[in-house]
């Protein structure tokens, strides 16, 4: 999945507020900041992809580093 097809899934997703997303075997690298206007997810499915790097603002308070 291309950055543009992600960013236009998240749009979508949040303009239906979906609880429940898949995004499974997309090759994800990251997470755009965008994904924090998911304000009704509650079911992220992430499973097989390299995600390696989350917006800080959508990691929870202890992944977050210090430095």
Known sequence: M?????????E??????????????QGLR????????LKTL???HLNRNRIRDIASDLAPTSQRSLS
């Open 2 to 10: 291309t950055d543009e097809e992600l960013l236009r899934v998240i």
């Open 12 to 25: 979508q997703a949040s303009t239906d507020k979906i609880e429940d997303l898949d995004l499974s075997e």
């Open 30 to 37: 990251s997470l755009p900041p965008e994904s924090g206007t």
């Open 42 to 44: 509650r079911l992220p």
